[in-house]
C-alpha cells in the first residue's frame, strides 16, 4: 500500500502549484495563489471532495474503489477571514457555475481566507478556503486513510477506520 504523504508535505505540494488552467469556486483559471479548500467537519469533506470526484470521470476507474488521505488541520496566525457565510453575494455560491465566484475573487484584495457555507452538503457547514500556507499548522496532524467506493452515478460509500458514510452530494 502506498505510504501517505504527511500534512506538511501534503501542504507544500499544494501552495508551490503555479496558476494553470484548473479552476475551483474561488480560484479562477491562471490565478493566484492557489488556495486549499477545508471544512470544519469530516462529513463536509467527504461531500465536496465526493461531488468533485463523481463530476470528474477521469479520476474513476470502472468501479475500483479510490484511496484517498483526510488530513487534519489548524488555522494559526490571526489571519483576516473574509466571512461569507452568513451573507452572501449573489451567485457567488451557485453550483451550477463558478463564474459570479471568479468575479467576486477577482474585484478584491485577495484575503487571507474566505469562509462560506458548502453547497454540497444537506446541513450547509462551514469550509473555507486559505490562500496562504502560514495560516495553517499541520504539525502533529497525521493524516488518516479513506477509502471511496462507488454505489452509484451520485453516490459513494466513504470509509474511514470502522466509520463508513453512504455520501450522496448535491450537483
Known sequence: MQSLLSASDMLEE?????????????????????????????????????????NNKKFIHGNKPVKAALYYLKLTNKPKIKDISKITPKGVMSRKSYSHAHKFIKNMKVPDIIKYKSVRDNDKNINYAVYFKKYIDSKGMDPHSVIISFVSSKMVEVTIGADVYRISPKF
Open 14 to 54: 499544494v501552495f508551490s502549484r503555479k496558476a494553470n488552467a484548473n479552476e475551483s469556486r474561488f480560484c479562477p483559471p491562471y490565478f493566484s495563489p492557489i488556495p486549499i479548500y477545508v471544512s470544519e467537519n469530516d462529513k463536509t469533506t467527504f461531500y465536496e471532495y465526493c461531488f468533485h470526484l463523481l
